[in-house]
Every structure is written in C-alpha cells, then in structure tokens.
C-alpha cells in the first residue's frame, strides 16, 4: 500500500521569506499523481499543486513550486514570498491508481510571522 | 473549478440518534465520490469510495452499518451515521471526482462537523 510521509507537523517563517515543506511517499507504482492540498481554519481544502509523475518539469503555480525527485519519491512544496494567507495546514496527497484514491500525509501547520 | 458542496456544515444530534449528510456536485456529474474523516488536529482518513448506483467500497477498519454510504444520483451522495455516540463526533468531508478533468482531480466540499452529546 501506498504511504505518505511528512516530518515535519509544524513550520513558521517570517512573511516574505521562502519555505520549504518536505514529503516523502512509498509506492511500486510508475505512474501516478502527486498533489499538495492547504487546509485554513474554514477547514476547506484547496488545492494548491499537483504533479505527474511521468512529467520530469517540476509543476509551478505562481509563489508555489515543488521538488519532484522521482527515484527519491521525494515530492517537496516551496512557498516563495510567503503571505500571511498562507497561514493553514499543509497535506501532501498521492493519488493512487485503479481506485484512485487519495491518500494524504500527516500534514504541516505553516505559520507565518508578520 | 467544480463546486461540491455539503450540508449541514454543523450538526449536534444526541446519542443513540441518526444523522445524515449529503454531498452534492453542483456544477458537474459525479460517478465517483469519496468520504473522509478528520479527527482535530489530525490527516484526512478515506472511509469508503461512494459509486453512483452501486455499493459503496469501504476501508479497512470502517463499520458498514455505522456508516451508511448512498450514491443514488449522479450529483448527490448521503453519508448517514446510524445510532451515533460520542466518539463519532468528527469533522466529515467529501469529495468527487470531475470524469472529464484532468487525471486525478479532486474537488472538496466544505466538510461537516458531527458533535455527538
């Protein structure tokens, strides 16, 4: 089966400041999606990222990139220029394939410091 | 993006009660949607797999006659927890898959907190 790892419960960094959020997944599939939800205290979950495992180019959404490194099933998220908005529970999240389902990680609670 | 939306975001029932909630797909058909529970300060847990016109699919540990699972359109699924007690009280949420977007992509409905007294 497949896991999801994340070390890290909680994370601060001052605003404007860059971050770095770290995830680790387990899986003896090739092909696959990654994906990094943030979770704020309405509980609503948006996504913020997704990756493809078969695409080398690591995905980019504006402030938000990631680290795919598919031998070391290693898939971290940078937050550039970090916002007070983007205060919030961070869950990295592979999607598995046949049942594609999701299955997230522990989460990171992102603190970010005026 | 595609809207699910859940209701009611909050319910308070007594024990030995019944609750349901329903997740619908406002703006897209959904053959497939999930349920997951939170517990505070905690990961999403996948209970079941919720497939339009048939059973829903359960996880591992997941009580079937607890947590009764409907799929009876494509836009609506109902999740009722039967006799509930104190330790079903959770945070409940959904979410569907769009069949024609990208691989993979899910949306979420707002989430629903169960407190059981």
């Known amino acids: 089966a497949q896991t999801v790892t994340q070390s890290q419960p909680e994370m601060s960094v001052q605003e404007a400041e860059t971050v770095t959020l770290s995830c680790t997944y387990d899986?003896?599939?090739?092909?696959?999606?990654l994906f990094w939800y943030k979770q704020p205290p309405s509980r609503q979950m948006i996504l913020v990222i997704r990756?493809?495992?078969?695409?080398?180019q690591n995905a980019t959404e504006n402030r938000f990139s990631v680290n795919f490194q598919k031998a070391a099933k290693s898939f971290s998220l940078k937050i550039s220029d970090s916002q007070l908005g983007d205060a919030a529970m961070y869950f990295c999240a592979y999607l598995t394939q046949g049942a594609q389902k999701l299955v997230f990680g522990q989460g990171t609670r992102l603190t970010i410091n005026p | 993006g595609a809207v699910v939306s859940q209701h009611p975001s909050w319910v308070i029932c007594k024990s030995g009660t019944s609750v349901k909630i329903e997740c619908r797909s406002l703006?897209?058909?959904?053959?497939?949607m999930f349920w997951y529970r939170q517990f505070p300060k905690q990961s999403l847990m996948l209970m079941a797999t919720?497939?339009?016109?048939?059973?829903?699919?359960?996880e591992q540990g997941v009580e079937k006659d607890k947590f009764l699972i409907n799929h009876a359109s494509l836009t609506l699924s109902t999740l009722t927890v039967t006799s509930a007690h104190p330790e079903d009280s959770s945070f409940y949420i959904c979410s569907a898959r769009v069949p024609s977007g990208r691989g993979g992509e899910l949306f979420f409905g707002e989430g629903s907190r169960l407190t059981v007294l």
């Open positions: 703006d897209f058909q959904a053959t497939t």
């Open positions: 899986t003896s599939e090739s092909d696959y999606y």
């Open positions: 919720s497939n339009e016109g048939s059973k829903a699919t359960y």
């Open positions: 990756q493809e495992a078969y695409k080398q």
